[in-house]
């Protein structure tokens, strides 16, 4: 208050008198009255701040995600009407009881006695815990219309002429990291927008609900104070627009010299016993205005006053500073956001990307299981059609081991088919998801990393049985399951073979037996009808015959199961090696594709057309500077 005397001295006589009472105070509009809050009819935009109300209004629209919209409500609202209301915050840090005291001494006017309003601005804030809002009011009146804030309003010549509204409310620097997040960005954004504690829809419940401001004043008491704010506070950035609409206020003792009045100081060192003491000598008498100028200089207040004046001085041609300076930081907080996700967004697709070395070992790896496995199906197949067991099943040991073919088929696809290339593209397929993050792989999930060093050949931990269990469905062709642990193309094709090819040759054996034995058998049986029909046939002419017979339906026998023999043996290994192709072929765009940074990023679309309304307001912004 200070700045008033210094300027008193130029002041007209019907100032001063207007100050005392004399002159009565020029009456305002009920417009003016009403607080921003209440609902009033439609705002008229003026002409020079409608574009940037409509780029607002498309900010609104198109960043929804990334913009307070509190905030920005606040801000489209300072830029309707001709005079609209600036709302500053006082926040006391953990409840100062020396806020209220503040908030009197910056509405007060040394001029005039004093006001029943500041005993019960006092009294207010000793039995109520929650918020107060203090308008301009003609008389004062005290309400209760919104349950997370009183309502007080005061004949403050202050309050008219700066048009001006105060919320008294408290900065609990005690909340949990969590909570601060939960409500907003960070805890700069917490101090211009103070949540306010609202009664539940239960007994003991509540909810926080956002009270959005234009600028905010941080009062402490002491050192203490400072240092707990300061560790509120620690790690956030604060931009030149979050500083140009926050100040903090530290009760400190005062200087014997008035300190300088520096408003884009971000902190303001005052004394609040200081300035109340110089008010009461004032107003005792007009002849100790030396002793209050004194005083109150040195109190530190008339940096307070100078910045909140310097926030809400209307212009003609443009909105007040404080709207201005929300705008500015609402489209800087709206910018950081989108960067930040933009910044996520593309660590995310990094970390799922892989290098081109890890691809190039995956690679190798492929290429040498399919050299492996190609290696172990020509040798094992070698090893098990001269074996032991598959030469049991030569064309004249047939007619006692017929009934074990289907066996040693099966067994031989069991034992010798692509046993160890199984194996080994599980492992193969473990390090792939393993390098895809465990989440891009459409091969595993769920494959570990062998403890010792892996190397081809090694075997890896067996598969468990729910892992491969699925109800086959009635049909002959396996189903492939949806979400694979690894490539199933073996497995698969070694049931097919199982299914379809093994009961083909055990049918033919079975059939190829009875038809031999029983060609031998007609044979037999005419050469001994025709010897005891006819008494000029010889012994060695009915036995040509039944020789002749005996020798076509062995030679018979021969020929076709030799062939289907050898058509199974080379079945099998056509099949190997088709699946072979087919693994590494699918293994191998596996490797190529999977991991690779996306060409259009999820919500990139979404996010530039934000950027481009950010830029459109900020734009219109600087044109009514």
């Not at 006092?122 to 929650?130: E, H, P, T, Y």
């Not at 600028?215 to 002491?222: D, H, K, N």
């Not at 884009?264 to 200081?274: A, P, R, T």
Request: hydrophobic content about 40%.
């Amino acid at each position: 208050m200070s700045w008033r005397l210094a300027q008193g001295r130029d002041l007209s006589s019907q100032s001063w008198l207007r100050r005392l009472g004399k002159v009565p105070a020029r009456p305002r509009n009920a417009s003016t009255l009403a607080s921003v809050t209440t609902v009033n009819a439609p705002k008229v935009i003026r002409s020079e701040l409608r574009p940037l109300h409509e780029a607002l209004n498309d900010v609104k629209a198109r960043a929804a995600n990334y913009v307070n919209l509190s905030r920005l409500r606040l801000a489209l609202r300072g830029l309707e009407g001709e005079n609209p209301v600036v709302r500053v915050a006082v926040l006391g840090i953990n409840n100062e009881p020396g806020v209220h005291q503040l908030v009197r001494l910056l509405m007060a006017d040394p001029l005039a006695a004093e006001g029943g309003w500041e005993k019960q601005l006092q009294s207010l804030g000793q039995d109520d815990g929650r918020g107060l809002l203090l308008r301009y009011g003609d008389t004062t009146s005290v309400g209760s219309e919104n349950p997370p804030l009183q309502t007080l309003s005061i004949p403050s010549t202050f309050l008219s002429t700066h048009n001006l509204e105060f919320l008294i409310t408290s900065l609990n620097t005690n909340a949990t990291a969590s909570a601060i997040k939960k409500s907003t960005n960070n805890a700069t954004e917490a101090v211009l927008v103070p949540p306010l504690e609202a009664p539940g829809s239960g007994p003991g419940r509540s909810s926080t609900i956002a009270y959005p401001v234009h600028m905010s004043l941080v009062y402490g008491q002491g050192i203490e104070s400072g240092v707990t704010y300061a560790r509120y506070t620690a790690g956030k950035t604060e931009s030149e627009s979050h500083r140009r609409l926050l100040k903090v206020a530290l009760d400190l003792p005062a200087p014997e010299n008035a300190p300088a009045q520096d408003t884009q100081c971000h902190i303001s060192l005052v004394n609040v016993e200081l300035a109340n003491n110089a008010l009461d000598k004032f107003r005792e008498s007009l002849d100790n205005a030396v002793a209050y100028e004194h005083g109150w200089l040195r109190s530190g207040m008339p940096a307070l006053t100078a910045w909140l004046s310097e926030g809400t001085q209307a212009t003609d041609s443009a909105a007040k500073p404080a709207v201005k300076n929300l705008i500015s930081s609402i489209l800087n907080d709206t910018t950081a956001r989108i960067v930040s996700e933009d910044a996520q967004r593309s660590q995310d697709i990094v970390k799922s990307s892989v290098s081109d070395e890890t691809r190039e070992s995956l690679g190798s790896s492929l290429k040498t299981w399919a050299e492996n496995a190609h290696t172990e199906l020509r040798d094992q197949l070698d090893i098990a059609f001269h074996g032991n067991r598959w030469r049991k099943l030569r064309w004249w040991k047939l007619f006692w081991r017929v009934d074990d073919v289907g066996m040693i088929a099966s067994e031989l696809l069991e034992r010798r088919w692509l046993v160890e290339a199984e194996k080994e593209i599980i492992w193969v397929s473990g390090r792939i998801s393993e390098a895809m993050n465990k989440t891009n792989s459409r091969l595993s999930t769920s494959m570990k990393r062998p403890t010792s060093e892996p190397r081809i050949g090694s075997t890896p931990p067996p598969p468990e049985v729910s892992d491969l269990a699925k109800q086959i469905p009635s049909d002959s062709q396996m189903q492939v399951p949806v979400h694979r642990l690894w490539p199933l193309d073996i497995s698969i094709a070694r049931m097919n073979l199982s299914t379809a090819t093994v009961p083909l040759i055990e049918t033919l054996a079975m059939t190829l037996v009875p038809e031999t034995l029983a060609t031998t058998v007609f044979t037999s049986a005419l050469s001994g009808l025709l010897y005891f029909s006819i008494s000029t046939t010889s012994i060695y002419e009915v036995g040509a015959i039944a020789a002749l017979g005996f020798v076509w339906s062995m030679r018979r026998l021969q020929r076709k199961w030799e062939a289907a023999r050898m058509a199974w043996e080379g079945e099998v290994r056509e099949e190997g090696r088709r699946v072979l192709r087919e693994t590494e072929m699918a293994v191998g765009v596996e490797i190529r594709d999977t991991g690779r940074p996306k060409s259009v990023v999820e919500g990139e679309d979404d996010r530039r057309a934000a950027s481009e309304a950010v830029e459109r307001a900020r734009q219109a912004l600087e044109d009514l500077r």
